[in-house]
Nanobody, 113 residues
Framework: VQLQASGGGLVQAGGSLRLSCVVSGNIFTLSIMGWYRQAPGKQREFVAR???????TYADSVKGRFTISRDNAKSTVYLQMNSLKPEDTAVYYC????????WGQGTQVTVSS
């Protein structure tokens, strides 16, 4: 199983980016998916999660600015990030919570002030 994340980059504060994560295999529709991030010198932290029903959960730090979504036909989960702040700078990781735990490779997001 592979979780292939993309879409990171360098953006100015206040800007937007959209991350994508394509998941291989045939159980995407059964999967609870999400995103984590890890800033330099810090522990990896939860960002957002989307259930098979489409129900979403967010970290307080990104509520109102980030939106997680999924396209089951494309086996892809997205993270739309708006109003980015320098403190959002991190490596962002795609994650499957269930039915199997998997991590994708990270994609770097850098927000300049």
């Amino acid at each position: 199983v592979q979780l292939q994340a993309s879409g990171g980059g360098l953006v100015q504060a206040g800007g937007s980016l959209r991350l994508s994560c394509v998941v291989s295999g045939n159980i995407f529709t059964l999967s609870i998916m999400g995103w984590y991030r890890q800033a330099p010198g810090k522990q990896r932290e939860f960002v957002a999660r989307i259930a098979t029903s489409g129900t979403t959960t967010y970290a307080d730090s990104v509520k109102g600015r980030f939106t997680i979504s999924r396209d089951n036909a494309k086996s892809t989960v997205y993270l739309q990030m708006n109003s980015l702040k320098p403190e959002d700078t991190a490596v962002y990781y795609c994650h499957r919570f269930s039915p199997y735990v998997n991590w994708g490779q990270g994609t770097q997001v850098t927000v300049s002030s």
